[in-house]
């Protein structure tokens, strides 16, 4: 069975040399559905619940959330950074709390204390598909990715694989010691 929960994501970004309005910067409100597949957990009657679901993904992904999203071979991205340096807002401001931990994949960096997400490859829906599954795909059991940005829109399928250990009386998955980080209880 699956569970899903959707996030919506504001960003901006632009398609670096293409030919047509996307190469000039822009921005978009973003949808993200994430389909998580399990048996359903007999403690909670639930395969995963969808607010952890959320959380879970909300944690790495905030990153992108009020981000610009950029080509590492994008010439806009030293003179952005040159410019928020300038404004002292390079490594981030008292009021930038939306930030989640920093990450380097094989296909991304998100830089959170400056709202800049640094990318292989241009962010296309397909693109944002491929870097969600990349940075999830060991934490959520994920079976299906969909994401719509304006008139686009993707969709990928997966076999979820592995197993999550998840709480019995809160159903979300427990912590490396075998104990659940909402309510305390352990594995038995």
């Known amino acids: 069975m699956r569970s ?5 994501l ?3 970004h632009r398609f670096y040399n293409f030919r047509g309005e996307a190469q000039y910067l822009h921005g978009h409100t973003g949808t993200l559905t994430i389909e998580v597949e399990d048996s359903i957990n007999c403690g909670v009657n639930m395969v ?3 607010n952890e679901i959320k959380k879970t993904a909300w944690e790495v992904l905030q990153n992108f959330d009020h981000a610009l999203i950029l080509r ?11 410019v928020y340096e300038k404004q002292g807002i390079r ?7 939306m930030t989640g ?5 094989a296909s991304a960096t998100a830089y959170p204390d400056c709202r800049v997400v640094v990318t ?9 598909i491929k870097l969600v599954y990349e940075l999830l795909k060991d934490k959520l059991k994920i079976a299906k990715l969909t994401f719509t940005s304006g008139d686009n829109a ?3 399928d997966y076999t979820p694989t592995g197993t999550i250990d998840r709480c019995p009386c809160c159903g979300i998955a427990l912590d490396a010691n075998g104990v659940c980080p909402k309510c305390g209880c352990r594995k038995m």
């Not at 899903?4 to 919506?8: D, E, I, R, V, Y």
């Not at 292989?120 to 944002?128: A, D, F, L, N, R």
């Open 48 to 50: 995963f619940p969808c």
């Open 4 to 8: 899903f929960t959707t996030l919506h």
């Open 72 to 82: 590492e071979d994008d010439p806009l991205l030293p003179v952005i950074l040159e």
């Open 120 to 128: 292989k490859e241009t962010m296309t829906v397909e693109g944002m």
């Open 91 to 97: 490594e981030g401001t008292p009021t930038n709390t």
């Open 101 to 105: 931990p920093a990450f380097k994949t």
């Open 154 to 156: 993707a969709t990928c």
């Open 10 to 12: 504001q960003y901006a």
